[in-house]
């Protein structure tokens, strides 16, 4: 599967963002799909994740009660919402998927990646 992330942007504390990961392929709803961000310095950290169906759902805490994962496997994309964003959210996000139905917070165990956005939360 190929994976197009979107959305990102400058946005003041407080404000909020949606990014949307495209994905190519018949077989979108046979991947875990999750989000992680990265800052300069620092490995590729765990912000949520979603299941096959959509029932189940994973969150970094720090993203709890901000964030919302979803996914719409009939237009196979993935979406995050992010509200009450901080200046610590800033960083660049990028949709993961994993074939199967295990869920993982480990990077290692995703092997479909999109090229990332740039989310910038200004205080």
């Known amino acids: 599967v190929q994976l197009q992330a979107s959305g990102g942007g400058l946005v003041q504390a407080g404000g909020s963002l949606s990014l949307s990961c495209a994905a190519s392929g018949r077989t979108f709803g046979s991947y875990v799909m999750g989000w992680f961000r990265q800052t300069p310095g620092k490995e590729r950290g765990f912000i949520a994740s979603i299941s096959w169906s959509g029932d189940n759902t994973y969150y970094l805490e720090s993203v709890k009660g901000r964030f919302t994962i979803s996914r719409d496997n009939a237009k196979n994309t993935v979406y995050l919402q992010m509200n009450s964003l901080k200046p610590e959210d800033t960083a660049v996000y990028y949709c993961?998927?994993?074939?199967?139905?295990?869920?993982?917070?480990?990077?290692?165990?995703?092997?479909?990646w999109g090229q990332g956005t740039l989310v910038t939360v200004s205080s």
């Open positions: 993961a998927g994993r074939y199967g139905d295990l869920y993982s917070r480990s990077a290692q165990e995703y092997g479909y």
